[in-house]
């Protein structure tokens, strides 16, 4: 495909983006005036843009924003770690993957809300449940993604580095990290996603800090605008990291080639 065809078709993508884009918040606005639902539960674009403004003008909302980044970046730390060993330990073994890798497997779309109650009993009312909900939650997309990208390595590179004797700590450095570079960031990002919503979920149930008790209170003083305009700042955000992990990704990748 041509430079030209292909610059073309990019455009065309944007263009298509931009259209879905405009088309949803013309069917927002139109049914925020329509008044079919009750007052305020579909807010103005402009009622939103407003509370968003708001927002970001007070430092209410960064001050519990930094306690759920402090919480997510904890969770994918101990979650994103853990679900790594996990995973190469699954794909290097074939007897630990047979006894072990259908229990992960199954698992891995459990709810994972419903261990809230026990993270509660186990760490308190505090930051560490709502950690211990992110780890929950990104563990098993990392580890299920690791020991995938472990099958795919080219076993004629685990065996050169046999040959030359390297240690454990070396093979995973030297060989079996960059071999499985992209299932490891596609997890890293599956794994942050669910962290996120972990995470706020448990903010939400029980918490007096946090970017997710602030959804909630404002849910429970109906003040919609505000909800909406937290919601969307952090899917904003969470969409800027997702996006900044996979650049990262592509970047080492296009470097070390």
């Given at each position: 495909m041509s430079r030209t065809s292909t610059t073309h078709t990019s455009r065309t993508v944007m263009l298509v983006r931009l259209a879905i884009v405009v088309a949803l918040l013309a069917a927002w606005e139109a049914l925020a005036l329509s008044g079919i639902l009750f007052r305020d539960v579909v807010p103005s674009l402009q009622a939103i843009g407003k509370a968003v403004f708001r927002l970001l003008a007070g430092p209410e909302f960064y001050a519990n924003l930094g306690v759920t980044v402090a919480e997510i970046g904890v969770a994918l730390l101990i979650g994103g770690l853990s679900g790594l060993a996990v995973g190469i330990l699954l794909g290097a073994n074939r007897f630990l993957s047979r006894a072990y890798e259908s229990l992960v497997y199954y698992l891995g779309p459990t709810p994972k809300i419903i261990f809230f109650p026990v993270m509660i009993m186990?760490?308190?009312?505090?930051?560490?449940?709502?950690?211990?909900?992110?780890?929950?939650?990104?563990?098993?997309?990392?580890?299920?993604?690791?020991?995938?990208?472990m099958r795919q390595i080219d076993k004629v590179?685990?065996?050169?580095?046999?040959?030359?004797?390297?240690?454990?700590?070396?093979m995973v450095s030297k060989i079996y990290l960059p071999?499985?570079?992209v299932p490891v960031v596609n997890g890293v990002r599956l794994g942050l996603g669910?962290?996120?919503?972990?995470?706020?979920?448990?903010?939400?149930?029980?918490?007096n800090r946090g970017v997710g008790c602030l959804v909630i209170n404002s849910y429970s003083t109906f003040d919609m605008p505000r909800m909406y305009a937290l919601l969307i700042v952090v899917f904003v955000i969470a969409i800027g990291v997702n996006a900044l992990v996979g650049h990262l990704g592509a970047r080492r990748a296009h470097t070390k080639s």
């Open positions: 186990w760490f308190g009312v505090g930051p560490g449940s709502k950690v211990a909900m992110g780890v929950i939650s990104c563990f098993f997309p990392i580890a299920l993604s690791t020991a995938a990208g590179l685990i065996r050169v580095g046999r040959s030359f004797r390297a240690r454990t700590w070396q071999a499985m570079r669910v962290a996120v919503i972990g995470t706020l979920l448990a903010e939400t149930k029980l918490s």
